[in-house]
């Protein structure tokens, strides 16, 4: 079952991603939440980011913008590192609150919590109007590459916060594309490095074909997003995914995933 789930959510995530700013790790995150712990889900998400990522990065690497890149990407390579860290941090910790439910225990976790605030306050960001448009001077270019990199690091979340400091760093269009690209696989490359050292690669060697199946179908919801999603509005499917959303983080919230 994880296979057809995390594979679709990957392929059509793919594709919305070309028209709808919603990042790939906002939504593939949830997928992988359904059917592992926190901290795994944030790894594996991660790896099938990175992957689609560098495959951007081939695309659109030449355009990038040396200078925003380093002011930008070194401070979040740092964060990223912390957010990793404390992701892992608080996934010791003991469940906060046990129940059960027709039958079968359920945990209130840290962690879990976390993760459903942040999916929660991301979906938000993405469908108000007012987040839609929300821009930074470039003087805080690096205070918004800590940001960017901390929640990119302790939960995935990086694209919204990154794109509305850069959106003022004028570029032109394949610049700012190229010069988020680089960013965002300096930081999933930090992240990943945290991640695979404290899961010792076990969790992640288990699910090898699932990580290439998602892989896969992202790739081909990308080469197939524009051809199957022209007649699709964007406020229809802006609102379908943040109440998909908010479910998810609801379930969370509860320990029913």
């Known amino acids: 079952m994880e296979f057809i789930v995390v594979s679709l959510v ?16 906002t939504l593939l995150l949830p997928a ?37 890149v380093l002011r930008f990407g070194i401070p979040a390579v740092v964060a990223a590192f912390l957010g990793a860290g404390l992701l892992f941090y608080i996934s010791d910790f003991e469940p906060l609150l046990t129940y059960s439910l027709a039958g079968r225990s359920f945990s ?24 839609q ?17 901390f929640f990119g690091g302790l939960s995935g979340h990086q694209g919204a916060l990154r794109s509305a400091f850069l959106v003022r760093a004028g570029l032109s269009k394949e610049s700012f594309l190229a010069t988020g690209v680089v960013i965002a696989c300096a930081i999933d490359l930090t992240r990943l490095g945290v991640y695979t050292q404290h899961l010792a690669f ?3 060697r288990e699910n090898v074909m699932l990580l290439v199946a998602a892989t ?42």
């Open 10 to 25: 990957a392929m059509l995530t793919s594709g919305l991603t070309l028209f709808s700013g919603f990042g790939l790790g």
């Open 32 to 68: 992988f939440l359904i059917f592992f712990p926190a901290e795994l889900a944030v790894a594996m998400t991660a790896i099938v980011h990175f992957l689609n990522n560098l495959f951007k990065l081939a695309l659109l690497g030449k355009h990038a913008h040396l200078k925003v």
């Open 108 to 131: 209130i976790t840290t962690i879990k919590l976390v993760m459903a605030l942040l999916i929660a306050a991301f979906a938000v960001f993405e469908i108000l109007p007012a987040m």
């Open 133 to 149: 448009h929300l821009e930074f001077d470039q003087k805080y270019l690096p205070l918004g590459g800590v940001l960017s990199g």
């Open 202 to 204: 076990a969790g992640l």
């Open 216 to 257: 896969l179908s992202a790739f081909a919801g990308a080469f197939a997003g524009t051809r199957l999603l022209r007649k699709v509005t964007m406020k229809s499917v802006q609102t379908i995914v943040a109440l998909l959303l908010f479910v998810i983080a609801a379930l969370l919230a509860l320990g029913l995933v």
